[in-house]
């Protein structure tokens, strides 16, 4: 991997409960880290749900190696990005391929 490859700007997010001046508890998506990606369509699809028809777009984020799980999302562009699997697939713990699909 090209390190110059990396150079779109992406946060990682989090679900965090927060509490309203009500008193209400709510559930919103805070930024944990901002870090640079190669990204890439891997796939798409067309769907029919509920008698509606749309396309899945699977995208791969390419970063360097560092923490995530699937109860992270990417953010990118403003759109959100559901984690679907994340990678190291050389397993030398430098860079991580992350595959995830657009919050419909």
Same mark, same amino acid.
């Given at each position: 991997m090209n390190i110059g490859r990396l !150079?779109?700007? @992406?946060?990682? @997010? &989090?679900?965090?409960?927060? &509490? *309203?001046?009500?008193?209400?508890?709510? !559930?919103?998506w805070v930024e944990v880290k901002k870090t640079w990606s190669d990204i890439h369509t891997y796939q798409r699809s067309k769907k029919v749900e509920n008698d509606k028809e749309f396309e899945e777009v699977t995208?791969?984020?390419?970063?360097? $190696?560092? *923490?995530? #799980? !699937? #109860?992270?999302? @990417?953010? $990118?562009?403003?759109k959100d990005f559901i984690i679907q699997s994340v990678q190291d697939k050389t397993f030398e713990k430098r860079f991580l391929e992350v595959s995830a699909s657009e919050v419909v």
């Open positions: !150079k779109h700007r @992406i946060s990682l @997010i &989090e679900e965090v409960q927060t &509490e *309203t001046t009500n008193g209400f508890k709510q !559930k919103e995208i791969v984020f390419t970063l360097r $190696y560092q *923490t995530i #799980n !699937k #109860n992270h999302r @990417i953010r $990118y562009q403003g």
